[in-house]
């Protein structure tokens, strides 16, 4: 079975704080993910990845960064925490083999910021 | 206008009911389509892949219409286990390949 793991279940930090969120996967899968979910909004995609040090921006980049520097790690970076981003963050992997393989989740990091 | 849409629900419906939900996508170039379930607090997982024929898995129907862009899932004798949130999602094989997640419905199954 696919393990996607993730460093923090809930997290409180203050604004201007750098946060880091950390994921890391044991299929070796190419792709990973960030997404977060708000409610109302569903889940839109921050960043992915399709290789190591290969990173492209999703649908909502700004005021985060990514790094990818090994195969099963993939790290979402918040410069300065600001309170619009308090929300759910899941990571996600899959295979290279096709757009049809679904993604595996991991269970999440709430992220609070005060 | 969203990328994909669904009607947020939530339907309440008894056990035993046959209940239905659409989901539309405004992307023409989309050629992947699945169904994810959520549980509350939970991440979420694959519930069934949406094949254009048509496909179905136990009490769970999936269709494709690709003509006016839209997916539909169907479960049938719902039960209380089927409480959670449905998520439509689709893939682009132009431009950036990356799953889009509808918003979800919500279905509460009531005893």
């Known amino acids: 079975d696919v393990k996607v793991t993730q460093s923090s279940r809930y997290l409180v930090k203050r604004t201007g704080e750098k946060v880091f969120l950390e994921c890391v996967q044991d299929?070796?899968?190419?792709?990973m993910f960030w997404y977060r979910q708000d409610p109302g909004l569903g889940l839109r995609l921050i960043y992915f990845?399709?290789?190591?040090?290969?990173?492209e921006k999703g649908d909502i980049p700004e005021g985060y960064s990514v790094s990818r520097e090994k195969k099963e790690r993939f790290s979402l970076i918040l410069e300065s925490a600001s309170t619009n981003q308090t929300s759910m963050y899941l990571c996600?992997?899959?295979?290279?083999?096709?757009?049809?393989?679904?993604?595996?989740f991991g269970n999440g990091t709430r992220l609070t910021v005060t | 206008r969203k990328e994909v849409e669904q009607d947020p629900g939530p339907f309440n419906v008894p056990e035993g009911a046959t209940v239905a939900f659409n989901c539309t996508y405004s992307?023409?170039?989309?050629?992947?389509f699945f169904w994810y379930r959520q549980d509350c607090r939970k991440e979420p997982k694959l519930l069934m892949s949406?094949?254009?024929s048509g496909n179905e898995d136990g009490r769970f129907t999936a269709q494709l219409n690709r003509a006016s862009q839209y997916i539909s899932l169907l479960i049938r004798d719902s039960k209380l286990s089927d409480s959670a949130t449905y998520l439509c999602?689709?893939?682009?094989?132009?431009?950036?390949?990356?799953?889009?997640f509808g918003s979800g419905t919500r279905l509460q199954v009531q005893p």
């Open positions: 299929m070796d899968h190419e792709n």
């Open positions: 949406v094949y254009s």
């Open positions: 992307n023409s170039a989309s050629q992947s």
């Open positions: 996600a992997s899959s295979p290279q083999t096709g757009a049809e393989e679904p993604l595996h």
């Open positions: 999602v689709v893939n682009r094989r132009t431009g950036r390949r990356a799953l889009t």
């Open positions: 990845s399709y290789d190591v040090k290969m990173k």
